[in-house]
């Protein structure tokens, strides 16, 4: 009897091929959707797929891309490359639209011919790594709209961090529709430390993903396996002898019914390895040493790599090779390269070299590869060296190949990878005697490369503690300005990760480059500090800026860059125009020199200035300028992270909330690292509230965590205290709303900055009328006493804090001068409630009738519901005037209403109107149904807020 190589039937899948499917179905119907399919290794993840792929036929594109094992540090976005293959192999060239020289960062090929140089890496740049997201999740979208689209990663286990990064874009930021993202991950290999472990955690929390985790088989399971293997029902002895040692995995139950005996599989190896090794036993010798050399370069390689490595004559590796491959340990596809069938099998044969056999088989495939590096997939060769060398024991060659590897990585934007290799390099720098010649760089200038690439990739954590080591070697004495660069950067990310201020450092890099003599990089450097310590100490940074536009003056040295920092230092000091036209001195200037880093910059303030000026189109537009540019030159995560949410607050401002929520996307999806990714969340947390958004509660949430940093400057805290107010506001929680006023108005620095104080001062001001706290709304009136009132906007929310909090008709005036139709839209209803109050019927239905409008074309949900509430409990129909209480309840109700309103209990009303307590109860809960409110306590509060006890 003869024994199948791998089963022909799927056993024990039934219920998670119907959840596949029932996912296939929700992208068809055009859901983005994504199914993170987990299980241990042989468990049969792929095993299921390929028959959920075969499932499918005609009805949808399938494509399978598969992760490397060459670890984090490993090839950047490596199963995309093989994905984007296939596809250019069916669609040709055109798919891409024209982006060839784009997608060039995923398909090194299709910007050089094979084996070509790659080019030298340049300066990390990073907005055009968020531009080749953008192009892949627009190709899927092409390929989706045609026919849904499947899209297989295998192995996420060893997915490297820029492949991560690009599923979490598609997955969170892109949605794209008609496509069904499916990631499948070895759960045994999800050690507590694994980058994959909180990467899932966070895919969790994203809308439209599924986990399905595959369990081994029962052992009915087991038998059915066997019987399909075998083409016979087994013994139960052999069911109960495999399914003991396989514990129902189906690959091991494969592997020993293809070890052991054909009809009873008896003769059973007693450990996993020597199951996985068993078939591979089995071969010739020549076939086993090839499969040993094969097992050295990765789970897939090309024929000719093979041959270069092995040596062996074309006769010899053309035998051993079929051998292998019948014995189902290789499988050959149509390109000639060879994948091993399951990755546990090479790594069962890899672990069995012998150290000597190890090192030299790693070593003849790097040396073949840097020989011939058309022999590996285009933009391979760099990584797949370094990892071979390393691999080898070599240590030099391995730390030379390792920096080559990292400015390959850098040239891709893999900026996490290139911080990994670098790392590496930095590793093996004590094992090299002669490292700094070999790299033509001393160990600091090592550890500043490194700790420039994980600034770039986000990783401030790792780069504040790249300065500390970089600190202790440096000589202050011998290089100040070495030092000071270093304690510039050290404080930065102090007060990027909100640690402190940073301050310290920043004082101590400007002693040291005080005694520095006069030059661009002193003067550059200078800039930066002042630039810096304008939000912690104003008086230090305006004597530093004027100390550095003197001397670059005097040197006659450009000053484009250094001007900006004194244009924001005017704004500080109350010129009355905050400082723009100073500013748009320095853009001009910035333009014509071509310093676009400067223009950025002078954008990013030109936007801020206009929009506390009030004048938020001509915001809107400065800042998109600013996003164009910064694109350009590759800083939009960092310094364009901040355009892109002054835009946002723009055009929030303006009423255009749609366009403002896809601006906050647009940021979310360059996910700006520390706090400079707070100003966009926050503005988005607000607007989801605003909206009745689904997950306005999560996106809250995130951003008041930021709360709980040690540090946080005045310019991110206030907002955040406005948020929280809101937030509580909303939900009518007057505790918490009395709480957060509380926090806010001890905060001393609600007082310094207007723009940032009025929002919340007024905000606070509601909460104290809503709880009836006079002791709040007397603090609140206290200290904006000390506070400016200068623009439009400041002057509205001034109104309404002199009104206690509430909506008259000055604060209605402030907001339509103010020009933000939101804010317009909410005192409106606040001033429909108080005319309802005062008995003002003829003013109440206009003010309902122009909120909701309003709200409706915000899309701002709350204010609309809120509206039509309140038009319901006011007795108005439609858009039309009305008299409060007039449709809404009825005579009989208006006289229990009164009665529950003086605090009578049901019996008592009964007594008073001559009715039973039964029928009394009933009025009243029809009364608290009508209403909108919860208790009989809230319908009478209502009543006289509303006066819907007068007569008609």
Same mark, same amino acid.
């Given at each position: 009897?003869?024994?199948?190589?791998?089963?022909t039937?799927?056993?024990g899948r039934?219920r998670?091929?119907? /959840?596949l499917r029932?996912?296939?179905?929700?992208?068809?119907?055009?859901?983005p *959707?994504t199914?993170?399919?987990?299980?241990?290794?042989?468990v049969?993840?792929?095993r299921?797929l390929?028959?959920?792929? /075969?499932?499918?036929?005609?009805? !949808?594109?399938?494509?399978?891309?598969?992760?490397?094992?060459?670890?984090?540090?490993?090839l950047p976005?490596?199963?995309? $490359?093989?994905v984007?293959?296939?596809?250019?192999?069916?669609?040709?060239?055109g798919?891409?639209?024209?982006y060839d020289a784009e997608?060039?960062r995923? +398909?090194p090929e299709l910007a050089r011919?094979?084996g070509a140089?790659?080019? $030298?890496?340049?300066p990390?740049s990073d907005?055009?790594r968020?531009?080749l997201?953008?192009?892949?999740?627009q190709?899927?979208?092409r390929?989706?709209?045609?026919?849904?689209?499947?899209?297989?990663?295998?192995d996420?286990?060893w997915?490297d961090?820029?492949?991560?990064?690009?599923?979490a874009f598609?997955?969170?930021a892109?949605?794209?529709g008609r496509?069904?993202?499916v990631?499948?991950?070895r759960?045994?290999e999800l050690?507590?430390?694994?980058p994959?472990?909180?990467f899932?955690a966070?895919?969790d &929390?994203?809308?439209?993903?599924?986990r399905?985790e595959?369990?081994?088989?029962?052992?009915?399971?087991?038998?059915?396996?066997?019987?399909?293997?075998?083409g016979?029902?087994?013994? @139960?002895?052999a069911?109960?002898?495999?399914?003991?040692?396989?514990?129902g995995?189906p690959?091991?139950?494969e592997e020993l019914?293809a070890?052991?005996?054909?009809?009873?599989?008896?003769a059973?190896?007693?450990?996993?390895r020597?199951?996985?090794?068993?078939r591979v036993d089995r071969?010739?010798e020549?076939?086993?040493r090839?499969?040993?050399i094969a097992?050295?370069?990765g789970?897939?390689l090309?024929?000719?790599?093979?041959?270069?490595?092995?040596g062996?004559?074309?006769?010899?590796?053309?035998?051993?090779?079929?051998?292998?491959?019948a014995?189902q340990l290789?499988v050959?596809?149509?390109d000639?390269?060879?994948?091993?069938?399951?990755?546990?099998?090479?790594?069962?044969?890899?672990?069995?070299l012998?150290?000597?056999?190890?090192?030299?088989l790693? @070593?003849?495939f790097?040396?073949a590869?840097?020989?011939?590096?058309?022999?590996v997939?285009a933009?391979? !060769?760099?990584?797949?060296?370094?990892?071979?060398?390393y691999a080898?024991?070599?240590?030099? /060659?391995a730390l030379?190949t390792?920096?080559?590897?990292?400015?390959?990585a850098?040239? &891709?934007?893999a900026?996490?990878?290139?911080?990994?290799?670098l790392?590496?390099?930095?590793?093996?720098?004590?094992?090299?005697?002669d490292a700094?010649?070999?790299?033509?760089?001393d160990h600091?200038?090592l550890?500043?490369?490194?700790?420039? $690439?994980?600034?770039?990739?986000g990783?401030?954590?790792?780069?504040?503690?790249? %300065?500390?080591a !970089?600190?202790?070697e440096v000589?202050?004495?011998?290089?100040?300005l070495?030092?000071a660069r270093?304690?510039?950067r050290?404080g930065?990310?102090?007060a990027?990760?909100?640690?402190s201020d940073?301050?310290?450092e920043?004082?101590?890099?400007?002693r040291?480059v005080?005694?520095v003599?006069?030059?661009?990089?002193?003067?550059?450097l200078?800039?930066d500090?002042?630039?810096h310590?304008?939000?912690?100490?104003?008086?230090?940074?305006?004597r =530093?800026?004027?100390?550095?536009?003197?001397? #670059?003056?005097?040197?006659? %040295?450009?000053a484009a860059?250094?001007? *900006?920092?004194?244009? *924001?230092?005017?704004?500080?000091?109350g010129?009355?125009?905050?400082?723009?036209?100073?500013?748009?001195?320095c853009?001009?200037?910035?333009? %014509?020199a071509?310093?676009?880093?400067?223009?950025?910059?002078?954008?990013?303030?030109i936007?801020?200035?206009?929009f506390?000026?009030?004048?938020?189109d001509?915001?809107?537009?400065?800042?998109?300028d600013?996003?164009?540019?910064?694109?350009?030159?590759? =800083?939009s995560?960092?310094?364009?992270?901040?355009?892109?949410s002054?835009? #946002?607050?723009?055009l929030?401002?303006?009423?255009?909330?749609t366009?403002?929520?896809?601006?906050?996307?647009?940021a979310?999806?360059?996910d700006?690292?520390g706090?400079?990714?707070?100003?966009?969340?926050?503005?988005?947390?607000?607007l989801?509230?605003?909206q009745?958004h689904?997950?306005?509660?999560?996106?809250v949430?995130?951003?008041?965590?930021?709360?709980t940093k040690p540090?946080?400057h005045?310019h991110?805290r206030?907002p955040l205290y406005l948020?929280r107010?809101?937030t509580?506001?909303?939900?009518?929680?007057?505790?918490e709303?009395?709480? @957060?006023?509380?926090?806010?108005?001890t905060?001393?620095?609600?007082?310094?900055y207007p723009?940032y104080?009025?929002p919340? +001062?007024?905000?606070?001001?509601?909460?104290?009328?809503?709880?009836?706290d006079e002791?709040?709304?007397g603090?609140?009136a206290?200290?904006?006493?000390?506070?400016?009132a200068?623009?439009?906007?400041?002057?509205?929310?001034?109104?309404?804090?002199v009104?206690?909090?509430?909506?008259?008709a000055?604060?209605?005036v402030?907001?339509?001068?103010?020009?933000?139709?939101?804010?317009?839209?909410?005192?409106?209803?606040?001033?429909?409630?108080?005319?309802?109050?005062?008995g003002?019927?003829?003013e109440?239905?206009?003010a309902?009738?122009?909120?909701?409008?309003?709200?409706d074309?915000?899309?701002?949900?709350?204010?609309a519901?809120r509206? @039509?509430?309140?038009?319901?409990?006011?007795?108005l129909?439609?858009?039309?005037?009305?008299?409060?209480?007039?449709d809404?309840?009825?005579?009989?109700? /208006?006289?229990?209403l009164?009665l529950?309103?003086?605090?009578?209990s049901?019996?008592?009303?009964?007594e008073q109107?001559f009715?039973s307590?039964?029928t009394?109860?009933?009025?009243?809960?029809?009364?608290?149904?009508?209403?909108d409110?919860?208790?009989?306590v809230e319908a009478a509060?209502? #009543?006289?807020?509303?006066?819907?006890?007068?007569?008609?």
């Amino acid at each position: 009897m003869s024994v199948r190589p791998t089963s022909t039937i799927l056993v024990g899948r039934q219920r998670e091929m119907a /959840r596949l499917r029932a996912a296939a179905g929700r992208a068809r119907a055009g859901e983005p *959707v994504t199914v993170l399919v987990g299980g241990e290794a042989g468990v049969g993840k792929t095993r299921l797929l390929e028959e959920f792929g /075969r499932s499918l036929g005609d009805d !949808a594109r399938l494509l399978v891309g598969q992760c490397l094992e060459l670890g984090e540090a490993g090839l950047p976005f490596a199963p995309f $490359a093989a994905v984007l293959r296939t596809v250019l192999r069916r669609d040709g060239p055109g798919v891409l639209d024209g982006y060839d020289a784009e997608f060039a960062r995923l +398909l090194p090929e299709l910007a050089r011919p094979a084996g070509a140089a790659a080019p $030298a890496a340049g300066p990390p740049s990073d907005a055009p790594r968020g531009y080749l997201f953008e192009l892949v999740a627009q190709l899927f979208g092409r390929l989706a709209a045609a026919q849904p689209l499947i899209l297989v990663i295998e192995d996420l286990h060893w997915a490297d961090r820029s492949t991560r990064d690009l599923i979490a874009f598609l997955v969170r930021a892109a949605r794209t529709g008609r496509l069904l993202l499916v990631c499948t991950y070895r759960t045994d290999e999800l050690h507590r430390g694994h980058p994959l472990r909180p990467f899932l955690a966070e895919l969790d &929390r994203a809308r439209g993903v599924e986990r399905i985790e595959l369990s081994r088989l029962e052992r009915d399971g087991t038998g059915a396996v066997l019987a399909g293997l075998l083409g016979a029902e087994p013994a @139960a002895r052999a069911v109960d002898d495999i399914h003991d040692r396989t514990q129902g995995n189906p690959l091991f139950i494969e592997e020993l019914a293809a070890a052991g005996s054909p009809i009873g599989c008896a003769a059973l190896p007693e450990t996993l390895r020597d199951l996985l090794l068993a078939r591979v036993d089995r071969l010739s010798e020549p076939a086993q040493r090839v499969l040993r050399i094969a097992a050295a370069g990765g789970n897939r390689l090309a024929h000719q790599l093979l041959a270069e490595v092995a040596g062996l004559p074309e006769a010899e590796l053309d035998d051993a090779l079929p051998a292998a491959v019948a014995a189902q340990l290789l499988v050959a596809d149509p390109d000639g390269d060879y994948e091993f069938r399951h990755a546990l099998v090479r790594e069962a044969v890899h672990d069995e070299l012998l150290p000597g056999e190890h090192a030299r088989l790693h @070593a003849r495939f790097a040396a073949a590869i840097e020989a011939h590096p058309h022999l590996v997939a285009a933009g391979r !060769a760099p990584a797949e060296i370094a990892h071979h060398w390393y691999a080898a024991h070599d240590h030099p /060659r391995a730390l030379v190949t390792a920096r080559v590897a990292a400015c390959a990585a850098a040239d &891709r934007y893999a900026y996490a990878e290139q911080t990994r290799l670098l790392e590496r390099v930095l590793e093996l720098w004590e094992l090299v005697p002669d490292a700094a010649d070999r790299l033509g760089m001393d160990h600091l200038a090592l550890l500043e490369e490194t700790l420039g $690439a994980a600034t770039t990739a986000g990783d401030y954590q790792r780069a504040l503690t790249l %300065t500390r080591a !970089a600190l202790a070697e440096v000589d202050t004495g011998e290089q100040p300005l070495r030092a000071a660069r270093l304690l510039d950067r050290r404080g930065r990310m102090l007060a990027m990760l909100g640690k402190s201020d940073g301050a310290t450092e920043l004082r101590e890099a400007y002693r040291l480059v005080s005694g520095v003599s006069d030059g661009p990089d002193r003067l550059r450097l200078l800039a930066d500090l002042a630039d810096h310590l304008a939000r912690i100490d104003h008086a230090d940074a305006a004597r =530093i800026a004027a100390e550095v536009v003197t001397a #670059a003056q005097a040197a006659d %040295t450009d000053a484009a860059l250094l001007l *900006v920092q004194l244009a *924001v230092l005017k704004r500080r000091e109350g010129a009355a125009d905050l400082g723009l036209a100073e500013l748009r001195r320095c853009e001009a200037l910035a333009r %014509t020199a071509g310093e676009t880093p400067a223009l950025v910059s002078a954008l990013v303030h030109i936007s801020d200035v206009l929009f506390e000026l009030g004048r938020y189109d001509e915001s809107a537009q400065a800042a998109a300028d600013g996003v164009s540019e910064a694109r350009r030159v590759g =800083i939009s995560r960092s310094t364009g992270a901040y355009l892109l949410s002054n835009r #946002a607050e723009a055009l929030l401002a303006l009423g255009r909330w749609t366009e403002a929520d896809q601006v906050c996307a647009e940021a979310a999806r360059l996910d700006p690292p520390g706090v400079s990714g707070l100003h966009w969340l926050q503005l988005r947390a607000a607007l989801r509230l605003a909206q009745g958004h689904p997950r306005a509660d999560e996106t809250v949430a995130r951003a008041l965590s930021f709360l709980t940093k040690p540090y946080l400057h005045p310019h991110n805290r206030l907002p955040l205290y406005l948020l929280r107010l809101e937030t509580a506001l909303a939900a009518d929680d007057r505790v918490e709303a009395l709480r @957060a006023a509380q926090a806010c108005l001890t905060d001393p620095a609600i007082v310094d900055y207007p723009r940032y104080s009025w929002p919340v +001062l007024a905000a606070a001001a509601r909460a104290a009328r809503h709880v009836g706290d006079e002791a709040v709304a007397g603090e609140v009136a206290a200290l904006a006493g000390g506070v400016a009132a200068r623009f439009p906007a400041e002057r509205a929310y001034a109104a309404e804090v002199v009104a206690c909090g509430a909506s008259g008709a000055e604060t209605l005036v402030a907001w339509r001068t103010a020009g933000q139709p939101g804010e317009l839209a909410r005192v409106l209803l606040g001033y429909a409630e108080a005319a309802a109050g005062a008995g003002k019927r003829d003013e109440v239905g206009a003010a309902v009738s122009e909120a909701a409008g309003l709200a409706d074309g915000l899309g701002a949900v709350r204010l609309a519901e809120r509206a @039509a509430t309140l038009a319901r409990r006011v007795g108005l129909r439609g858009a039309g005037n009305g008299r409060p209480g007039a449709d809404l309840l009825t005579e009989r109700e /208006r006289e229990v209403l009164r009665l529950v309103a003086a605090g009578h209990s049901n019996s008592r009303i009964a007594e008073q109107l001559f009715i039973s307590p039964k029928t009394a109860s009933v009025h009243v809960s029809r009364i608290i149904a009508k209403l909108d409110v919860t208790n009989r306590v809230e319908a009478a509060a209502l #009543a006289h807020r509303l006066n819907l006890l007068t007569d008609p």
